[in-house]
Each structure stands twice: as structure tokens, then as C-alpha cells.
Nanobody, 120 residues
Framework: QVQLVESGGGLVQPGESLRLSCAAS????????VGWYRHSPGKQREFVAS???????NYADSVQGRFTISRVNAENTVFLQMNNLKPEDTAVYYC??????????????WGQGTQVTVSS
């Protein structure tokens, strides 16, 4: 049984940083595409970032230059380093496992999510 567990969310002020973690069981992250999504009330779920098996990284335009996705194979964990956070980054962040079709990422397995709130 595959399980993805996110952690690291919280309440921060604009301009501050957070690092989200996603730990996996029942699956080896380095063998799959891993991505982060986020969902804010009243908005559609939004792709944030992904890391392919090759190590290729992809980011949404809204987070490019501020967020960094990484993978530590020995820990079977994927991280999302979020810097210079803005109020519009407030959302529940989900770790996912999926695949790419052309340039589009399709998540198939979801974690339970972790809340990130950016507010002064």
C-alpha cells in the first residue's frame, strides 16, 4: 500500500520561508515522478512543482525562482523549499506521484496535505 505523508506546513509572515517534506512508504520515489500541488478555497487545484526520475525539475510560473523541489533518495523523501512566501501562496499543499504526458503532469496518488498560511 502506497502512502505519502506531508509535513512542515504552518503559519508564516510574508517574506519568510518554509520547507515541506513528503515521506513515502510502499513506493520508491526515485522510480517515479513526484509533484506538489496546492489548493486554496475557491480556486482550482494548482500544479506547483515536480521532479522526474532523471532529476529534471519543473515549476509553475507563480513559484519559479522562489520554490525548489528536491529529492533525497536515501531517505525516500521529497522536499519543497519555499522562500519569499506571499499571501497568495496560502493553500493546502499536497504531495503526489504521477506521470507526464508530453508537458502535462498527471497526479495519480495523493497525500493528505499540509496547510501553509502566509499572513501578517
Amino acid at each position: 500500500q502506497v502512502q505519502l505523508v506531508e509535513s512542515g506546513g504552518g503559519l508564516v509572515q510574508p517574506g519568510e520561508s518554509l520547507r515541506l517534506s513528503c515521506a513515502a512508504s510502499g513506493i520508491i520515489f526515485s522510480e517515479f515522478v513526484v509533484g506538489w500541488y496546492r489548493h486554496s478555497p475557491g480556486k482550482q487545484r494548482e500544479f506547483v512543482a515536480s521532479i522526474k526520475t532523471t532529476g529534471t525539475l519543473n515549476y509553475a510560473d507563480s513559484v519559479q525562482g522562489r520554490f525548489t523541489i528536491s529529492r533525497v533518495n536515501a531517505e525516500n523523501t521529497v522536499f519543497l523549499q519555499m522562500n519569499n512566501l506571499k499571501p497568495e501562496d496560502t493553500a493546502v499543499y499536497y504531495c503526489t506521484v504521477g506521470n507526464y504526458v508530453s508537458t502535462s503532469y498527471y497526479p495519480h496518488i495523493w497525500g493528505q496535505g499540509t496547510q501553509v498560511t502566509v499572513s501578517s
